[in-house]
């Protein structure tokens, strides 16, 4: 008999991985992905390409720097990657792209110590800090018409008078905004898919896009009825997008069901107040950064109440 | 409606059960080490050269909190020294040359039992432990003084472990013993109420135990849902009877005794027969086992032996384990003796002895989510990271009972019981330092 392996219980673990959770990412955000394309053309899956190249190749030129083990297999880079091309209009040159994926890697994760260490979500800062870098094409919102040339059109959060969307092509994705983020009915089916898998949790999208409706029911602008504007409101921007897929990352929300339900609840709050009272027409990416910040905090406010414990 | 205790679901692979133990015949030596209980060793009452026989004592409780050994072969006493234990620790064993009879002590005589102090007495004097895994010596926990202070007792066949099947064997095929030893335990202990918890996976054992309850109205079945790990004595007594033992109580705080089905049987069969704890129904099972069974063996057989008797391996056994994959200790080698409580050894062929790699940490909170004490290992490995022992206290890694929910289900594969038994350690370093430090 040769050495016998030694260890200390259990001696049986669950059929998972970090991979497996990623890949389940991924898959999640193939609808949107697919009507990405659809929407804006092949240029979006160019800006996918670019981005999840550029994170994956990122992520694995620091680990050979930093003489560290190549950790691309995980497949966290690539997640990042789609979500941050998702976070871009469609028009965005591609160094641009570069230079935000580069950020999002090595500035965000990588430099705080790569995977589970980094206090902010990779995707959302990197997409921060293009909107400041290049305020202009970051702003600059096109969607291809009848003859698939890309032209400017206002964004729903902003349209007025015949350029504002009905609830369905809202639903559906034939509006104008960032690439990744206006098919709510492909993020909303990605979002079951996960939770059906055991992803996610529903607590964070659900508090996250329920209390962005509710606050939306109290200030119904005149000639509207409430609960169209308030659907209006969850099915515009990134907040599909966020409250799903961005707001869930394990890494940067709480990890107690209680602190998911605050971590959303914050969300939805600083959303509705930038999108209410802010100069920028959209706020899911800052409040998902500002509850990232707090997140530590909120683990520890809501800390488990161990079975039988003394006080 | 109380709120469910989480778990995870493990895969069963109770291969065994449907197969009744099957007796071993004697093996050519036994090896019955000292510490086979929870407490002080037992202190051995033979020599070198001593002739015994099945069921004689060999060694002396070493305290209140101890028990007594007996041979469990009959032969020659050929050493008393050191051993080394499956923890590492180095402890006294006797070793017994068999001569292969399994010739019976005339020591062995049923007790005369006639009260609860001839009842303790006896108990104690039978050298039961608790047979369920942790080896508490049996006699002390019920040795409760005041019997009115036991309101339930609850009798453990939930188990939770993947593999094994002795307990189940035990309620299907022991029955009837199962019923004496509640006689006993309502003859002695003045017990009202007595409560069988069996998990759902095992439809037979329940039906059985049912056919009891109906005869006795003492006895109630609770079939517990198939969520590991329901055999924990916490979970068990809340699913069971709805209480929730306190930090630092034992379940006799809260009312409660509980016993496994097994070490039950086990004194009912003391009682009618006198002859001790030398023997155990255990199940030998996985993948390197080339015929899983349960087996009736004498305690101190080595691992080897009974491997032996159940076909050797199939494949090449990679990691031995006392008891089931969520708890069981891995052994350096096949010599380990069989113990009193030991329920299983399983041989583990490579696909099932090698463990992933740990990955970094991605604050899942799945460790929270399936902990069934509600504890938080992600924060207690980076509190031992970090030497945050106020943390480690604050947050209670002192109640972690490492059933091996949150590593088996942790996506980075983070070796977190390993972590939590390690700051539970350290954890009580710092509290015994900073007590000495306020004397």
């Known amino acids: 008999m040769d050495k016998l392996i030694l260890s200390v219980s259990p001696h049986l673990r669950a059929k998972t991985n970090t991979t497996i959770v990623m890949l389940d990412v991924v898959i999640a955000l193939m609808p949107a992905l697919v009507m990405s394309a659809v929407v804006f053309g092949l240029r979006a899956l160019l ?37 941050l091309a998702f976070n871009l209009p469609v028009g965005v040159p591609v160094w641009q792209a570069v230079i935000g994926s580069i950020v999002a890697i090595i500035v965000v994760k990588q430099l705080f110590g790569g995977l589970g260490m980094n206090f902010a979500n990779p995707a959302i800062v990197g997409r921060i800090f293009m909107f400041l870098a290049f305020s202009g094409t970051m702003s600059n919102y096109q969607i291809p018409n009848d003859a698939g040339e890309l032209v400017a059109t206002a964004t729903p959060l902003v349209a007025t008078g015949d350029e504002v969307p009905t609830l369905l092509n809202l639903f559906l994705g034939n509006n104008n905004g960032c690439i990744g983020e206006t098919c709510a009915v492909a993020l909303i089916a990605g979002g079951i898919y996960l939770m059906v898998r055991k992803v996610i949790s529903f607590h964070i999208p659900v508090v996250f896009i329920g209390t962005v409706f509710v606050l939306s029911l109290l200030v119904v602008p005149e000639g509207q009825t409430a609960i169209n504007y308030a659907l209006y409101q969850i099915l515009s921007g990134g907040l599909m997008l966020g409250a799903i897929f961005m707001a869930t990352d394990y890494v940067t929300s ?41 997140t530590p905090y909120i683990n520890n406010w809501t800390a488990t109440k161990p079975f039988g414990g003394a006080k | ?109 049923a007790p005369a039992i006639s009260d609860y102090d001839s009842f303790i007495a006896a108990v104690r004097a039978s050298g039961a432990v608790g047979l369920g895994g942790a080896g508490f010596p049996t ?103 709805g209480k929730i033992v306190p930090e630092g109580k034992l379940p006799i705080d809260v009312g409660v005794v509980v016993m496994n089905c097994t070490t039950l049987t086990f004194l009912a069969k003391y009682a009618k027969t006198g002859v001790p704890l030398t023997e155990k129904m255990m199940t030998v099972d996985g993948s390197a086992v080339a015929n899983p069974q349960n087996v009736i063996v004498p305690i101190g057989t080595s691992m080897q032996d009974v491997f032996d008797f159940c076909g050797g391996f199939k494949a090449e056994p990679k990691k031995l384990l006392y008891g089931g994959p969520m708890m ?74 490492e059933c091996g929910c949150c590593s088996f289900v942790c996506p980075a594969r983070r070796p977190l019981v390993e972590n939590n038994k390690l700051a539970k350690a350290e954890l009580r370093k710092y509290q015994a330092e900073k007590n000495g430090g306020n004397k």
Not at chain 1, 262 to 290: D, K, M, N
Not at chain 2, 80 to 103: F, K
Request: some cysteine; hydrophobic content about 45%.
């Open chain 2, 139 to 241: 006699a002390v926990k019920l040795d409760v003084k005041d019997t009115s202070r036991i309101q339930e007792v609850v009798i453990n066949g939930a188990e939770c472990e993947p593999y094994i099947t002795a307990d189940t064997r035990t309620m299907i095929d022991d029955a009837d013993l199962v019923k004496e030893g509640v006689e006993l335990l309502k003859k002695y202990l003045n017990v009202q109420k007595v409560v069988i918890g069996i998990e759902k996976n095992k439809p037979e054992a329940i039906a059985k135990m049912n056919e009891l309850a109906r005869e006795d109205s003492t006895i109630s079945v609770k079939a517990l849902p198939s969520v590991y790990p329901q055999g924990g004595e916490k979970v068990l007594i809340y699913n069971c009877v």
């Open chain 1, 254 to 294: 709480p990890y107690t069901k209680w602190g998911k339900v605050i971590f959303a609840l914050g969300c939805g709050l600083i959303t509705f107040a930038i999108r209410q009272w802010g100069s920028y027409p959209e706020g899911v990416s800052f409040s998902i950064l500002f509850m990232n910040i707090l």
């Open chain 1, 47 to 83: 800006l996918v390409a670019v981005c999840v190249a550029t994170s994956v190749l990122a992520e694995f030129l620091f680990g050979l720097l930093c003489k560290k083990p190549c950790t691309v297999g995980d497949l966290s880079a690539v997640v990042t990657g789609i979500l």
């Open chain 2, 328 to 401: 069981g200790i891995a052994v350096p080698d096949s010599t380990a003796p069989i113990l009193k409580n030991t329920n299983a050894i399983l041989a583990l062929a490579a696909k099932d002895a090698v463990l992933p790699e740990p990955t970094p940490c991605i604050r899942c909170g799945k460790c929270i989510d399936t902990c069934p004490l509600k504890l938080m290992p992600v924060e207690y490995a980076r509190a031992l990271a970090t030497g945050d022992m106020e943390l480690l206290e604050k947050r209670k890694v002192n109640l972690c009972m």
């Open chain 2, 1 to 109: 409606m109380l709120p469910k205790l989480n778990g995870v679901i493990v895969p069963h692979r109770k291969n065994t059960a449907a197969m009744p133990a099957v007796k071993m015949p004697a093996p050519k030596s036994v090896t019955i080490p000292m510490n086979m209980h929870i407490g002080a060793p037992s202190v051995p009452c033979v020599k070198v050269g001593d002739e015994v026989k099945v069921g004689q004592l060999i060694a002396e409780a070493g305290g209140f909190v101890s028990a007594p050994v007996h041979a469990s072969v009959s032969g020659k006493v050929t050493a008393v020294g050191p051993m080394l234990a499956s923890n590492g620790s180095q402890v006294t064993a006797i070793t017994i040359e068999s001569d292969g009879e399994m010739t019976v002590s005339e020591t062995c005589v």
